[in-house]
């Protein structure tokens, strides 16, 4: 099966090849290739994905309780 590629690789490729520190979040409709998308960008350039629909994942990103908890 081929993938087509899809207009918006050309504007993501543009961004992650900017010398900026980056963070690349992607959400759309059901089915509409955010998964494809990603997995290919992650298998391309070697980089980590983060699913935040996992728990584990969304952990990974919470702050510490202590720092939630207010100053009295």
Known sequence: MSLLKRTI???INKYLESDDT???FVWGPRGS???TL???L???LSIR????DLVS?????A???QKLEPIV
């Open 22 to 24: 980056k963070i690349l």
């Open 49 to 52: 994905k983060y699913n935040l």
């Open 57 to 61: 994942d969304r952990e990974k990103f």
């Open 38 to 40: 990603i997995d290919k």
């Open 9 to 11: 690789e050309t504007t």
């Open 33 to 35: 290739g955010k998964t």
């Open 42 to 44: 992650v298998s391309k």
């Open 63 to 65: 702050p510490p309780f």
